[in-house]
């Protein structure tokens, strides 16, 4: 075993020291060092092992990805738990390195350890842990958290925050000594999560500085913390949130730590697209073209009418729809949110026919058919809950306040989760289903196994992933959809089980700006929904015209959520329009770079996606609000090849936005079909100069080299 190795991928060298025989110590995680000779990475070690003053213990204290008291490490410990109040503390040793595997064990302790990290083909970095009790009494698991340093140049903490409708706000913090936790205990992966978690150089942007992020993928409690010492060390770390007892391991079994992915970039863009390859390059990818989606929901909320919901399909057919989903309302009692939850049976009420006369219309129409499902949840007013009491989760035998008049189901008991996956399978067995939009529509509170009481977000996460894999298996050609209550369960692991995620239930397209741009921080925008709502907002009740709601949703997954049955002819028009737009563009918004500026001005935004190779571009000028100049002068266009010529021009239907209050053709000489050709260098660094918008309206721009 050589007591240092040195990975490199994609512009990115991880360098771990396994010298002493213990847990690896992380020397370098950056940018790529070149090609090092056995001798050079001996003197790697050299230069960055620390003067030995100071620390808790006589000389320096190694600080491991998985840290640990007994090396003098006194900052938050990677494992937290015990044997009946002893073996609190480990001290593991490291019998086999097999590549990406180390095997470590703690006698003592009576703990085994395996450690996988590793170096993605992407640059990304990823690791996890899992811990087995080899003694003959219960352990207590409280915590086991992974770590990994950053340099003393990352000075400032970008994380995000949230709520219902206004998903993955960003928030910036400095990097100071102690620790800056990030908790999540709603029992998914929350608005409020910490979602992606970096720390960079002073003022680092999109395009600029360097960034260290980490993302736990994991779709129950977590936790994701940054912490600083005065002995020089700064560490991102992260891991799943445990409850008090909720697993404890018997002699023999082991417990499995989320997955810690990491991301090293110059920029924002450069971490965010380390993600997007690694996520494009999985078997499971969607392949296929992202589909054009009609969602009912917005459209007709409960009222399941066929008439009206064929009338419907007609006009999502018109305008170029390739899939059509009903939302809630076509199971049981449920003729509003109060009722029927869990009775999976088509509504003899609402469907005296059953689905079949609407599948048969929509999929004649060559449209897809999909559906609306929530299987985690119950409401107490449905022939499951009265029938099945036991299987709501709770605290012994008080039961959680209801959230939007729901409980929820159990499914790590095995009852509740063989009803729940005959009913999906059935479900997709009798009607031509390729989509479930798969929702989740309140956080867990006293989310305990019963009857015992035990804490229970970690086994109900594990059997929400379980009841997927196995539908998948069951069902490969079903595309689901992650939605919980919106963008409340948006992470890698869950995207290892489902096909895109909803970012928000809030469908205004200015708020869509901030919303799309910080989830495309983490995945790319063929997994993102992103939906042209109605004129009026129905979550803001702002107003927007239909090509700043369709130019914003263009920037995703493409889809419609609006009663087009009551659009005009001009509104049906321009959104055709805009949906033949998003076909054509979709290969290249799908498989290229997304890209985003640094612009000063914070009224104006440019982003875009540009093909891997370089051959082509489209690019948006957003005006979110009024700017303080006038007009707006340049914005640069990024991510282009430096040394390639592009026809820049601007892009139809995104070329004349109406509410636009000049003839462009005259004070803006080169907006015309014809454009301008300049090197990639110029149209980067010195930029073409923007039209001036009233606020929230966008532009469109294509840039194809010659």
Not at 126 to 136: E, M, S
Not at 319 to 346: C, I, K, Q, T
Request: hydrophobic share 40%; proline share 6%; glycine share 10%.
């Amino acid at each position: 075993m050589a007591d240092v190795t040195h990975l490199r991928a994609a512009g990115v060298s991880l360098v771990l020291d396994f010298s002493g025989g213990t847990l690896p110590r992380v020397r370098h995680w950056g940018a790529d060092l070149g090609e090092l000779t056995s001798d050079e990475l001996d003197a790697v070690l050299v230069a960055q092992a620390p003067h030995p003053i100071g620390f808790s213990v006589d000389g320096a204290v190694d600080v491991a990805v998985l840290p640990e008291q007994s090396a003098g490490w006194l900052g938050t410990p990677g494992i937290i738990g015990n044997r009946g109040g002893r073996d609190f503390s480990t001290a593991f040793r490291v019998v086999s390195v097999d590549g990406p595997l180390i095997r470590a064990v703690d006698e003592t302790a009576g703990l085994g350890l395996e450690l996988t990290v590793e170096l993605a083909p992407s640059g990304l970095v990823r690791q996890r842990a899992v811990l087995t009790n080899t003694g003959t009494s219960d352990f207590t698991v409280d915590a086991v958290n992974l770590t990994l340093p950053v340099p003393p140049q990352a000075v400032e903490i970008l994380d995000f925050t949230g709520r219902w409708t206004r998903e993955r706000s960003p928030q910036r913090t400095a990097f100071t000594q102690g620790l800056r936790v990030r908790e999540n205990r709603t029992g998914r992966t929350g608005y409020d999560s910490a979602y992606l978690f970096a720390a960079g150089t002073a003022g680092f942007g999109n395009r600029s500085g360097e960034v260290w992020a980490v993302h736990t993928a994991w779709s129950g409690n977590h936790r994701t913390f940054a912490e600083k010492t005065y002995h020089s060390v700064s560490l991102l770390g992260s891991g799943e949130l445990l409850l008090s007892g909720e697993v404890v391991l018997g002699p023999g079994e082991s417990y499995s730590t989320p997955w810690q992915y990491a991301s090293y970039g110059h920029g924002l863009d450069e971490v965010s697209g380390r993600f997007h390859r690694h996520l494009r390059s999985r078997p499971s990818h969607p392949s296929s073209p992202r589909p054009v989606v009609v969602n009912t929901w917005e459209a007709v909320y409960f009222d399941h009418d066929l008439d009206r919901l064929k009338a419907l399909a007609d006009a999502a057919a018109s305008v170029g729809a390739e899939r059509f989903v009903l939302d809630d309302g076509w199971f049981g009692s449920r003729r509003d949110d109060r009722r029927g939850l869990g009775d999976w049976y088509v509504s003899d009420e609402a469907w005296p026919d059953g689905l079949k006369p609407l599948t048969d219309h929509v999929t004649g129409l060559g449209m897809q058919f999909g559906i609306w499902v929530e299987p985690e949840m119950v409401n107490p007013d449905s022939d499951l809950a009265r029938a099945h009491p036991d299987w709501i989760m709770a605290a012994g035998d008080r039961l959680p306040g209801t959230a939007r008049f729901q409980q929820v189901l159990d499914l790590a008991r095995p009852e509740a989760f063989e009803y729940v996956l005959e009913r999906l399978d059935a479900l997709l067995s009798e009607y031509p289903v390729s989509y479930l939009k798969w929702d989740h529509n309140r956080d867990l509170v006293d989310a305990g196994h019963r009857p015992t009481g035990r804490a229970g977000v970690h086994g109900q996460t594990s059997a929400v992933y379980r009841l997927l894999d196995e539908l998948r298996r069951r069902h490969p050609g079903v595309e689901i959809e992650s939605c919980s209550s919106g963008g409340g369960r948006v992470d890698l692991e869950i995207l290892e089980r489902t096909d895109r995620v909803w970012v928000s239930d809030c469908i205004d397209a200015l708020e869509r700006q901030s919303m799309q741009r910080w989830t495309n921080a983490l995945v790319p925008l063929e997994l993102m929904g992103t939906h042209v709502g109605a004129g009026t907002s129905h979550t803001t009740h702002r107003q927007h015209p239909v090509d700043f709601r369709a130019g914003t949703a263009l920037f995703g997954h493409f889809g419609i959520e609006w009663d087009l049955t009551a659009a005009s002819a001009e509104d049906l028009a321009r959104l055709t329009s805009w949906v033949a737009l998003y076909k054509e563009l979709r290969s290249l918004l799908h498989t290229g770079v997304a890209v985003h500026g640094d612009h000063p001005d914070p009224a104006i935004e440019v982003h875009g996606v540009v093909a891997e190779d370089g051959s082509d571009a489209v690019f948006a000028i957003v005006a979110l609000a009024t700017s303080q100049l006038y007009p707006p002068g340049p914005v640069r266009l990024p991510g282009l090849s430096a040394d390639r010529s592009y026809h820049v021009r601007p892009l139809a239907p995104g070329d004349v936005p109406d509410g636009n209050a000049h003839n462009w053709g005259v004070f803006l000489p080169w907006w015309k079909p014809e454009g301008v050709t300049l090197p990639g260098r110029a149209l980067t660094t010195a930029g073409v100069q923007a039209p001036v918008l009233y606020p929230e309206r966008l532009v469109l721009v294509r840039a194809t080299a010659i």
